[in-house]
């Protein structure tokens, strides 16, 4: 009679191919689509990425440094070439305070001032900043019930009455 050996519980041990994830990452993959194109979950990829001795969190960063390096080569060699756009790019990603297409404007004004000094231009008979309306409405009957103002409007006589 045989002996059946008992079967190992829980699940198979993954392995992550630690030059696959630096190559993914190198590409310019994030976490997310590097555990996608690897076929293990967040929590897992997480897990192998916390362990000390298993190299993934070093090939991540790894191949970040080398995806970034070959893109700043390749955008030199087009700055090298006198391309105006790829030029531009890298002067307002390395010095984004001074090569920075948006302008800030501050400005203040003082109202006083502007009152004082149109009060000044005006002749004492063309006050009219002084000047109060001479027919006022009580504020109830200026404003109707939905709150707009008043006005008072000639209406087009409709066609065919007298």
């Keep these: 009679?045989?002996?059946?050996?008992?079967?190992?519980?829980?699940?198979?041990?993954?392995?992550?191919?630690?030059?696959?994830?630096?190559?993914?990452?190198?590409?310019?993959l994030g976490v997310m689509d590097i555990c996608r194109a690897l076929g293990?979950?967040?929590?897992?990829?997480?897990?192998?990425?916390?362990?000390?001795?298993?190299?993934?969190?070093?090939?991540?960063?790894?191949?970040k440094s080398k995806g970034l390096a070959f893109v700043t080569s390749k955008l030199m060699e087009t700055i090298e070439d006198k391309n105006f756009n790829a030029i531009s790019f890298y002067l307002r990603n390395r010095?984004?305070?001074?090569?920075?297409?948006?302008?800030?404007?501050d400005h203040?004004?003082?109202?006083?001032?502007?009152?004082?000094?149109?009060?000044?231009r005006l002749s004492p008979q063309e006050n009219v900043i002084e000047h109060q309306a001479s027919a006022s409405l009580p504020i109830k009957e200026a404003f109707n019930q939905d709150g707009d103002i008043k006005r008072k409007r000639k209406r087009a006589p409709i066609k065919g009455s007298k």
């Design 1 to 28: 009679m045989e002996v059946k050996t008992p079967k190992k519980r829980g699940r198979k041990p993954f392995n992550i191919d630690v030059e696959r994830v630096e190559h993914l990452a190198s590409q310019g």
């Design 40 to 63: 293990v979950g967040w929590d897992t990829f997480n897990k192998y990425r916390e362990k000390k001795n298993s190299g993934i969190s070093e090939a991540l960063d790894k191949g």
């Design 95 to 105: 010095a984004p305070d001074d090569w920075n297409d948006k302008q800030v404007v």
């Design 108 to 120: 203040q004004l003082n109202l006083t001032d502007v009152l004082s000094q149109a009060r000044a």
